[in-house]
């Protein structure tokens, strides 16, 4: 018999990357052919694993790699020295010996971050290619966009960076589809300021992340688009604002019923008697607990699937374990049996937006909080 990862496991996730090539191309087919795939794989690709997930991407096309620090450029430049790697926050000047080392490329937000640059990469004898981020209306990284006259002045005298792309973030792409609307507005009228010292036709444009791209301005000069958790098949809430990129689910979440009993009406369930069962209760105690990245709002209000079927969470989630109403299934579970807790089992579905309301947070985050503890399982056949 063939022995899975997960047979021993008490806690592990499915990683389809087959589903991740498809939804790459799902992307891709929805978009202008001319435009540049930036895939977003901060945060050890937002819980699915860098190095695997990278390393499918670079192969079925990526164009280009975007992280959070240098540490994960420096991880991600270990598979592969073809592809340009934004590091998107801004770098710390203890990290910039390796920038330079990795042969990554900056986000610039100020005058100081320009000199600095334009000083270290002089040192090393080199041009570093960087990218400017302009301020929108986010109110975190980026050059104010009433202000960039003064950083273009210092990039232009700059002689050791080149300026490669410029871009800007949404911070209301999902639910305010008037204010992304300013923010790309005024992001188009900096390109025209920019325009006025720079050759932006060598340059990548990029503003769009997930849950812009259904309003991506098809007429606009953007050449490039940034793409984390959509390409993972997840959409930002709500899940309609996806219909016509239909990318699917990569990751699913399991663990496993350790023990079934019985207990009698009126009595409380798990720690800070947050529920008394008001009948006969068989209860599953299942192997996952906020440790393995269950949410604790869990608590009292999400479901999981044993058997294909929905059962209800009782009590607090523990570090370790969970536990779960199961009287009303068929068949009693046993010890070893599959929870799903993100995932489909028989007819049975939970997506992560409903893990992520359940959980009273966001996809990003709940991908995120899948803890070390949890092996990863890798699917790589192509259906
Ligand atoms: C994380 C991030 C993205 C990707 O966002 P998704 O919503 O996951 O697609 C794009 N741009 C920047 C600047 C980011 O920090």
Same mark, same amino acid.
């Given at each position: 018999m063939v022995k899975h !990862? !997960? /047979?021993?496991? *008490?806690c592990w996730v499915e990683i389809d990357l087959a589903a991740l090539e498809r939804n790459l191309h799902k992307i891709r087919a929805a978009l202008p052919s001319h435009i540049r795939y930036v895939a977003v794989v901060k945060a050890d690709a937002y819980g699915h694993g860098l190095a695997q997930t990278a390393t499918r991407l670079m192969q079925c096309g990526a164009d280009m790699f975007a992280v959070a620090n240098v540490s994960e450029a420096a991880t991600l430049r270990e598979m592969g020295s073809g592809w340009p790697i934004l590091v998107l926050s801004s770098v710390l000047p203890q990290e910039d010996d390796d920038l330079f080392a990795v042969n990554l490329i900056p986000t610039l937000s100020t005058l100081a971050e320009v000199e600095r640059f334009n000083l270290k990469a002089k040192d090393r004898r080199k041009v570093l290619e960087v990218h400017l981020k302009i301020d %929108?209306?986010?109110? *975190? =990284?980026? &050059?104010w966009h009433e202000d960039v006259q003064p950083i273009l002045n210092a990039l232009q005298s700059a #002689?050791? $960076?080149? $300026? /490669?792309g410029v871009f800007t973030h949404f911070s209301c792409a999902p639910t305010d589809p008037d204010f992304t609307e300013l923010q790309r507005k005024r992001f188009l009228d900096t390109l025209k300021i920019i325009e006025n010292q720079f050759d932006l036709s060598e340059c990548l444009i990029h503003a769009d992340n997930s849950a812009s791209l259904k309003s @991506? #301005? *098809?007429?606009?000069? @953007?050449n490039a688009v940034r793409v984390g958790l959509l390409q993972f098949g997840a959409a930002p809430y709500p899940d309609s604002l996806f219909a016509e990129v239909k990318t699917e689910p990569v990751l699913s979440f399991h663990g496993r019923v350790s023990l079934v009993k019985t207990i009698p009406a009126g009595n409380p369930i798990s720690y800070g008697r947050l529920t008394t069962i008001a009948r006969s209760t068989t209860l599953a105690v299942l192997s996952a607990g906020y440790a393995d990245?269950?949410?604790?709002? @869990? %608590? #009292? *209000?999400a479901e999981v699937l044993i058997q294909g079927n929905r059962c209800p969470v009782l009590g607090r989630v523990t570090m370790d374990q969970l536990i779960v109403d &199961? %009287? /009303? =299934?068929?068949k009693s579970p046993e010890s070893g049996d599959i929870a799903t807790f993100i995932g489909t089992q028989d007819e049975g579905q939970i997506s992560i937006s409903e893990f992520s309301r359940w959980g009273k947070s966001i996809p990003w985050e709940c991908f995120c909080s899948i803890s070390k503890r949890v092996t990863r399982v890798y699917k790589t056949f192509r259906e």
């Open positions: !990862q !997960q /047979d021993h496991a *008490r %929108t209306g986010m109110g *975190r =990284l980026g &050059v #002689n050791h $960076l080149k $300026l /490669d @991506f #301005n *098809r007429s606009s000069p @953007f990245g269950i949410p604790m709002p @869990f %608590t #009292n *209000r &199961v %009287t /009303d =299934l068929e």
